[in-house]
């Protein structure tokens, strides 16, 4: 089985990369459509952007692009890139499609504008003020994406700057900061930074992504007489709960070759179909944790005998597609019984599940968990635009298939 390098790291290193001064390297990058939005739009502010190679601007450097930047389908871009861009002597616009200019960014407008920036939204237009000053923001809600933005814009404010999580969120940004010199200061739920001149250019390995492994470990965990091996996965320990959920309900995944690579820990998995599984219970920080891997938590739960709830997910209505009606619709038209909640879902198992045509609304991890789905089931099923797994796995039906 065969990943894509991370998403979030690989937005990451294309954006530290192309603030950096001179050349970094970068192994493993996502193919996915929506990392390529990022590369994109570095381009547009003057980075070099190769397969393996960026070469950055500099922190002062970031030029004006002749149009708006295009985020695609992008949270990650967007957000992050308000966050750069906010911190510059001129107005970008962001835009993207139609799922994203959907998407909420007063998130990052509220804490950009305390920073002394201009930022308005929507469309999002960043910029043209300066200078920005640091400050201390308690994030609403837990947002990596929030939290990266912020911080990135604290590399030009003046002072520090600090953000305080209500619920631990992945800490890439903070990692590959520090692994480019910048002092980040983490303790418990708060991180700070301090204005910056310079970041040092690095050699990133890109390990395999985790939520893009997260459709496997439950297929080959369901399927019967399965053997899964998955090499090179990243399993940083804030965004590995799913995995550990996924032991305690009884999945069977065996870790070896445990290493750390540019600060980011790597494993390789074996998954063996699971014997005897149980319901489970996912409340609010847990939830946090494993925000991208719920919908096909929600496809396993339909094959544990009991009741299995997930709440403290109402940020999945505001994702790519309202991902709590949508997992709703797709498996409870596959003879699931889920009831959807404000903030997640009940699930009651076991369930045959039966194929039927369903919608992935243009989500690409939609259209992946009811894939899944569809592997349990008896019968075809269609998925509406399922193309969309592009966004961030475009091998996936290649491995699906792989797998029959
Ligand atoms: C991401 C953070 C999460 C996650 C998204 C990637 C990131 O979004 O759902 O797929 O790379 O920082 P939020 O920050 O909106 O929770």
Same mark, same amino acid.
């Given at each position: 089985?065969?990943?894509? +390098?991370?998403?979030?790291?690989? #937005?990451?290193?294309?954006?530290?990369?192309?603030?950096?001064?001179?050349?970094?390297?970068? #192994? !493993?990058?996502?193919?996915?459509?929506?990392?390529?939005?990022?590369?994109?739009?570095?381009?547009?502010?003057?980075?070099?952007?190769?397969?393996?190679?960026?070469?950055?601007? !500099?922190?002062?450097?970031?030029?004006?692009?002749?149009?708006?930047?295009?985020?695609? &389908?992008?949270?990650?871009?967007?957000?992050?890139?308000? $966050?750069?861009?906010?911190?510059?002597?001129?107005?970008?616009?962001?835009?993207?499609?139609?799922?994203?200019?959907?998407?909420?960014?007063?998130?990052?407008?509220?804490?950009?504008?305390?920073?002394?920036?201009?930022?308005?939204?929507?469309?999002?237009?960043?910029g043209g003020r300066r200078p920005l000053h640091g400050i201390e923001?308690?994030?609403?809600?837990?947002?990596?994406?929030?939290?990266?933005?912020?911080?990135?814009?604290?590399? %030009?404010?003046?002072?520090?700057?600090?953000?305080?999580?209500?619920?631990?969120?992945?800490?890439?940004?903070?990692?590959?900061?520090?692994?480019? +010199?910048?002092?980040?200061?983490?303790?418990?739920?708060?991180?700070?930074?301090?204005?910056?001149?310079?970041?040092?250019?690095?050699? =990133?390995e890109v390990p395999g992504d985790l939520s893009a492994a997260s459709f496997w470990m439950?297929?080959?965990? @369901?399927?019967?007489?399965?053997?899964?091996?998955?090499? +090179?996965? $990243?399993? &940083?320990?804030?965004?590995? /709960? %799913?995995?550990?959920?996924?032991? *305690?309900?009884?999945?069977?995944?065996?870790?070896?070759?445990? #290493?750390?690579? $540019?600060?980011?820990?790597?494993?390789?998995?074996?998954?063996?179909? /699971?014997?005897?599984?149980?319901?489970?219970?996912?409340?609010?920080?847990?939830?946090?944790?494993? =925000?991208? *891997? @719920?919908?096909?938590? /929600?496809?396993?739960?339909?094959?544990?005998? !009991?009741?299995?709830?997930?709440?403290?997910?109402?940020?999945?209505?505001?994702?790519?597609?309202?991902?709590?009606?949508?997992?709703?619709?797709?498996?409870?038209?596959?003879?699931?019984?889920?009831?959807?909640?404000?903030?997640?879902?009940? =699930?009651?198992?076991?369930?045959?599940?039966?194929?039927?045509?369903?919608?992935?609304? $243009?989500? #690409?991890?939609?259209?992946?968990?009811?894939?899944?789905?569809? @592997?349990?089931?008896?019968?075809?099923?269609? =998925?509406?635009?399922? *193309?969309?797994?592009?966004?961030?796995?475009?091998?996936? %039906?290649?491995?699906?298939?792989?797998?029959?």
């Open positions: 089985m065969v990943l894509p +390098g991370d998403k979030s790291i690989s #937005h990451r290193a294309l954006i530290l990369a192309g603030l950096a001064d001179g050349w970094s390297r970068i #192994h !493993g990058l996502s193919a996915g459509a929506d990392v390529q939005s990022t590369a994109s739009c570095l381009r547009a502010l003057g980075a070099q952007v190769e397969d393996t190679a960026v070469r950055g601007v !500099g922190l002062g450097g970031v030029r004006k692009a002749e149009g708006p930047l295009d985020c695609g &389908n992008s949270g990650t871009t967007m957000r992050l890139l308000a $966050g750069v861009l906010a911190a510059q002597p001129f107005v970008s616009e962001l835009t993207g499609d139609e799922s994203l200019t959907r998407r909420p960014m007063d998130r990052v407008v509220k804490p950009l504008t305390q920073m002394g920036a201009h930022a308005e939204w929507p469309p999002l237009r960043v923001y308690r994030l609403p809600v837990p947002s990596a994406q929030v939290k990266s933005a912020v911080l990135l814009a604290g590399l %030009f404010a003046e002072g520090t700057t600090a953000v305080i999580e209500p619920a631990r969120t992945r800490n890439h940004t903070e990692l590959m900061l520090t692994a480019m +010199g910048v002092d980040v200061r983490s303790e418990g739920d708060r991180v700070e930074v301090d204005r910056t001149d310079k970041l040092e250019p690095i050699h =990133i439950v297929a080959g965990g @369901l399927v019967p007489g399965s053997t899964l091996h998955i090499p +090179g996965v $990243g399993v &940083n320990p804030t965004r590995s /709960a %799913f995995l550990e959920l996924l032991r *305690e309900t009884g999945f069977d995944i065996h870790a070896s070759r445990e #290493h750390v690579s $540019g600060g980011e820990a790597v494993a390789d998995l074996e998954i063996h179909t /699971a014997v005897d599984l149980h319901p489970f219970e996912v409340d609010g920080a847990m939830a946090a944790e494993m =925000i991208d *891997e @719920l919908l096909v938590l /929600a496809v396993a739960a339909t094959q544990i005998e !009991g009741e299995s709830h997930i709440s403290g997910a109402a940020e999945l209505h505001v994702k790519e597609s309202d991902r709590i009606a949508a997992m709703a619709e797709g498996l409870g038209a596959m003879g699931a019984n889920i009831t959807p909640h404000d903030d997640g879902w009940t =699930i009651k198992g076991p369930s045959n599940l039966r194929g039927a045509r369903v919608r992935s609304r $243009g989500d #690409h991890r939609v259209a992946m968990a009811l894939a899944i789905a569809g @592997l349990l089931a008896d019968g075809e099923t269609e =998925i509406e635009d399922a *193309e969309c797994v592009e966004i961030s796995d475009p091998g996936f %039906f290649d491995q699906l298939e792989s797998l029959c």
